[in-house]
């Protein structure tokens, strides 16, 4: 009877580990796509914001990778991937902040038009991704990592679309680059609060 239950249990956790490999190949290839799209058209359009939401798709696209890649194993194999997640997250961040004090330096006003167009698109593509996530949150610390790196997203593209409206309205290229720092706060405060619970786990 035990042994059958035990088989029982490890078929659940076979077919959750599918099924968990099949969302992040999804949101994998979004993020990529995405990443591409908003970093070249950010760097044309001057806009430190979509440069930044940029990099948050790419770091996205590798904690999804990563996580692909421990979902079929040990706890503490997922334990690392998320700390790896962290660690990009606070790097990419700080990347984020040397451009927006470059930018600060030498101001460039960006096009709001482009800003809002590709804002749009990103928004979407990151509901999708988060809709999909949402299912397995709750799963182990690897799934719920990633779930936070997607809900960043959605704040992010928040961000940028705001900071498009007052780019056009004010003229000026400074919403842009306070949303390039609040990208960067966010980054670092989500990489902290996962590396906390990677400890406590």
Same mark, same amino acid.
């Given at each position: ?86 660690? %990009?997250?606070? /790097? +990419? $961040?700080?990347? #984020? *902040? =040397? ?77 842009? %680059?306070?949303? /390039? +720092? $609040?990208?960067? #706060? *966010? =980054? ?14």
């Amino acid at each position: 009877m035990a042994d059958s239950c035990c088989a029982n249990k490890e078929q659940d956790l076979k077919s959750l580990a599918t099924r968990q490999a099949k969302v992040l190949w999804i949101v994998l290839f979004i993020n990529l796509a995405m990443f591409l799209v908003e970093f070249i058209l950010g760097w044309i359009s001057d806009s430190t914001a979509l440069v930044g939401d940029s990099l948050d798709m790419l770091a996205d696209a590798l904690a999804y990778g990563s996580s692909l890649y421990v979902v079929k194993r040990s706890f503490s194999a997922k334990i690392a991937a998320s700390k790896f997640k962290a660690y %990009l997250m606070i /790097g +990419l $961040g700080l990347v #984020v *902040l =040397f451009r927006a004090i470059y930018r600060f330096l030498f101001q460039v006003l960006p096009e709001a038009e482009l800003m809002t167009i590709i804002g749009i698109f990103a928004l979407i593509a990151n509901l999708i991704c988060l809709a999909l996530l949402t299912r397995h949150k709750n799963d182990d610390i690897n799934f719920e990592s990633v779930w936070i790196c997607s809900r960043n997203d959605i704040i992010s593209n928040v961000s940028v679309l705001i900071a498009a409206f007052l780019v056009y309205q004010l003229r000026s290229p400074l919403p842009d %680059l306070f949303v /390039g +720092l $609040g990208i960067t #706060v *966010l =980054f670092l405060r989500s990489a902290f609060g996962i590396l906390s619970r990677a400890k406590i786990a």
